[in-house]
DNA sequence: GCCATAGTTCGAAATATATCGTACAAGCGA
DNA sequence: TCGCTTGTACGATATATTTCGAACTATGGC
């Protein structure tokens, strides 16, 4: 569990972020990433088992969405707003505009 | 087949439009339609069956990116810009600017 | 080393989605 | 009205996705 797999920045492709954020649970991930700037993976669960959380984040992780980096026994996350603007300029800021 | 139905843009939902993102031969459909401005059906399948385009763009129609009209035998379709502006501003330029 | 904590991985069940063939409906022109 | 064209509706199948429990792994503190 010592490192992620994060896709490449140039290597994300627009319809996994899309079908990333299609759904409800992932979008308050999001959400609250963008108002918290950094959370690790039970911070943000609403009382849903670790297993269904850790689905969740992984998808975000392999859409290119999310970093996630181990510190001490828990793992932050945070989304990848530097790397996403320079790939897909204001498709962040627009997304997280029409989730607020 | 007289009209369709199509969301009042203040019931479309962020997840909608990005579920109906999240398939290829969709944003190959939003691609074009943002090309050529409106376009008819049986002009973007690509080779495909007409059940499968009238599923697609039955939930491009559903999620609210798509307007469709029928003229004459044919339906028209167009991306719903303006209102998609005003409800979401800067997204659907994102999401054009992304995927081309 | 042992235990607790934080997440991942696996497996299963329920639901949703994509794809396509066939049958149907609506408009247009002869 | 008949035939042609365009697209929808239905039904079936294959594949994905969501959800969750249970077992497992890694880290830190004692």
Redesign the pocket.
């Known amino acids: ?2 490192s ?1 797999k994060h896709p490449a920045i140039e290597d994300v492709r627009p319809e996994d972020i899309f ?1 990333a954020l ?5 979008l308050d991930i999001i959400r609250r990433l963008a108002a918290e700037g950094a ?5 943000l ?1 609403g009382g ?12 975000l ?1 392999d859409a290119g969405l999310v970093h ?1 980096r ?1 510190e ?6 945070q989304l990848r707003r530097d790397e996403l603007a320079t790939r897909f300029p204001g498709l962040l800021d627009a997304v997280l505009a029409a989730i607020a």
């Not at 959370?39 to 911070?43: D, F, G, W």
């Open positions: 569990m010592r992620y079908h299609s759904d409800p649970v992932r959370a690790s993976c039970a911070a669960d849903r088992p670790k297993s269904s959380m850790s689905h969740h984040f992984r998808v992780r996630t181990p001490g026994v828990t793992h932050m996350n």
